[in-house]
């Protein structure tokens, strides 16, 4: 008989066997507890959390990834790639403007890779000669100077449309500002035919043979606004043809945005080039010019745009009890089609009123130019006067308007408001920085003429955000004011990147704007780039004379009153 296992050894050996095969069993059960998760369906033993092979494939190859990351196999790759991402960036930033970094108040970093190009095409066809075209074409422009200028260029690219001969436009001596100037005193009418005549055939009067040969006044035709070419040629070339002489009254903005390439690098042509101010008034802007370049070696132009008229059709309330609005409503009534007045703070509220003068020097203050900063503010006549403007004239001391800086000069031409814009027109867009303050037409055109020279630094408010910004400035720091209020500017600023074609051509005339090539080689272009990627994802705007500089290194605040 066998002796039993037992019997061979001592109790104390015995023990000390149990335990060590107890803990072998312990180790067993977790060991086999694991690999459990690990078999593929229906291999174990029932039901017990089944894992499919494509999960633990899956599992393994992440891990593999993760291994590889960290290091450093894949480095190479990602570099590659992020370096793309900064060139990319650098030329597509939407909302910090030109790369991600902050922007120089002053001058748009981006603006040397655009130039304006209008030049005719290979295929363009010559005009046709005066006798031989469809016939005459009359215009009667409508509103101050830029709503007439604006008028004045879709004349032209309609005269184009429908082969006729224009008649320099005559303009409107019945609007709000009662001036009785005539396209020459204002324009350089020689000039204006020489130049379009490679595009139509201008002429200063319709000839007297026909005019003779009328039986009837000439034909009057109110076009709708924003017609489109085919309009033109359905509605108007067949009267035209008919009668010879067709006159289109009330003139502004009858022609659409929207039209092929060489009708809108026409638009260009007359807009930035034919429509040439007098010798008088070009002698007159360019002296006011030199005044403020003598004095600074840059400046900004604000076009504060606070004048009754312009509150009155804004509907806008400031305070003041009823008699300002009484004031402004009767002013209001010369617009026939104008919605209701929006309760009181509302129409604040969703942007669609100008600034007061002392909240575009706080704007200008917290976008970082100091009180140093010479500014020069055209404008007709301040609704409020001098108590209006004098918190403007606290925070920018070097204050200077046309009549302190010409007040003799500046006589013969006070009679008539629309050769005063156009003086006013040549200062601003001489200016290192135009400011707009309502997007009104002159904020339209000049801000379209600055984008075609050059991209010149053209700033508008973002007036929803900013208006919300003000009620809430007491309750901050100046730094955290500073710093909402460039966060609010940001894609307001006029860098090439805030174009937007499709909407208005006049302010955004993207088929006149050229790119050039873009050379990463170049050492500009190569520093440019450096400076986009160093930035990461701070955004702000910058500035040498920054006395808010400390604001920058603020963290932003990423939940900015809210849309």
């Known amino acids: 008989m066998r002796e039993s296992k037992s019997g061979r050894y001592s109790a104390g050996e015995l023990v000390s066997a149990n335990n060590n095969h107890r803990k072998k069993l312990k180790r067993n059960r977790r060991h086999r507890r694991?690999?459990?998760?690990?078999?593929p369906a229906g291999l174990g033993k029932g039901q017990r959390r089944r894992i499919p092979w494509s999960v633990v494939c899956g599992v393994i190859l992440f891990v593999l990834g993760l291994i590889s990351?960290?290091?450093?196999?894949?480095?190479?790759?990602?570099e590659w790639y992020s370096q793309k991402l900064i060139k990319h960036r650098f030329w597509y930033s939407k909302k910090g403007g030109f790369g991600h970094g902050p922007i120089d108040i002053w001058k748009s970093k981006s603006s040397k890779f655009y130039y304006g190009c209008s030049e005719r095409g290979p295929h363009y066809a010559p005009p046709v000669h005066e006798p031989l075209s469809n016939g005459y074409l009359l215009i009667a422009t409508s509103g101050g100077l830029n709503q007439q200028r604006i008028g004045i260029t879709d004349a032209v690219v309609v005269a184009r449309i429908l082969n006729a001969t224009l008649v320099v436009p005559?303009?409107?001596?019945?609007?709000?500002?009662?001036?009785?100037?005539?396209?020459?005193?204002?324009?350089?009418?020689?000039?204006?035919?020489s130049f379009l005549a490679k595009d139509?055939?201008?002429?200063?009067?319709?000839?007297?043979?026909?005019?003779?040969?009328?039986?009837?006044?000439?034909?009057t035709k109110l076009v709708p606004r924003k017609s489109e070419p085919q309009y033109y040629l359905d509605e108007v070339l067949p009267t035209l043809l008919r009668r010879h002489v067709v006159q289109l009254t009330k003139f502004d903005y009858r022609l659409a945005y929207d039209l092929d390439e060489e009708l809108q690098r026409l638009r260009c042509r007359v807009n930035y080039h034919a429509l040439r101010f007098t010798k008088p008034l070009q002698k007159l802007g360019h002296k006011l010019v030199m005044e403020m370049r003598n004095m600074a070696k840059r400046y900004i132009?604000?076009?504060?745009?606070?004048?009754?008229?312009?509150?009155?059709f804004s509907g806008c309330y400031y305070g003041g009890g009823d008699k300002v609005r009484d004031e402004l409503g009767e002013i209001r009534k010369r617009w026939k089609t104008l919605p209701d007045i929006l309760s009181d703070g509302e129409a604040r509220k969703q942007g669609k009123c100008p600034l007061t003068p002392h909240e575009v020097g706080l704007m200008l203050r917290a976008l970082g130019f100091n009180n140093e900063t010479y500014i020069y503010v055209a404008s007709g006549e301040?609704?409020?006067?001098?108590?209006?403007?004098?918190?403007?004239?606290?925070?920018?001391?070097?204050?200077?308007?046309?009549?302190?800086?010409?007040?003799?000069?500046?006589?013969?031409?006070l009679p008539f408001?629309?050769?005063?814009?156009?003086?006013d027109y040549i200062v601003c867009d001489q200016s290192d920085v135009f400011v707009t303050n309502y997007n009104g037409n002159m904020a339209k055109v000049l801000a379209g003429r600055r984008r075609y020279m050059g991209h010149k630094r053209t700033i508008r408010p973002n007036a929803r955000k900013l208006s919300a910004l003000f009620l809430q400035r007491e309750n901050m720091l100046w730094t955290t004011f500073s710093k909402k209020v460039k966060s609010a500017q940001r894609?307001?600023?006029?860098?090439?990147?805030d174009m937007k074609p499709g909407l208005n051509f006049h302010e955004y005339p993207s088929s006149c704007i050229c790119k050039k090539s873009f050379n990463y080689s170049h050492p500009d272009n190569k520093r440019m780039t450096n400076n986009a990627s160093s930035y990461g994802h701070e955004e702000g705007v910058n500035s040498r004379d920054n006395d808010a500089s400390s604001s920058l290194a603020e963290k932003e605040d990423v939940d900015f009153l809210v849309d």
């Open 34 to 39: 694991w690999w459990w998760l690990w078999l």
């Open 69 to 78: 990351l960290f290091t450093g196999h894949v480095a190479s790759n990602l």
């Open 170 to 193: 005559e303009l409107d001596h019945h609007s709000f500002w009662k001036d009785d100037s005539d396209f020459a005193n204002i324009f350089d009418v020689d000039w204006f035919i």
């Open 200 to 219: 139509i055939q201008v002429v200063k009067r319709v000839p007297d043979k026909y005019m003779r040969a009328l039986e009837k006044l000439p034909y």
């Open 301 to 312: 132009a604000v076009h504060l745009r606070f004048e009754p008229d312009m509150l009155a």
């Open 382 to 413: 301040i609704y409020g006067g001098e108590a209006t403007l004098q918190p403007l004239r606290e925070l920018f001391p070097n204050f200077y308007t046309k009549e302190m800086l010409a007040s003799k000069e500046l006589q013969p031409f």
């Open 417 to 423: 408001s629309s050769r005063l814009a156009a003086i």
């Open 491 to 497: 894609g307001f600023m006029g860098e090439p990147d």
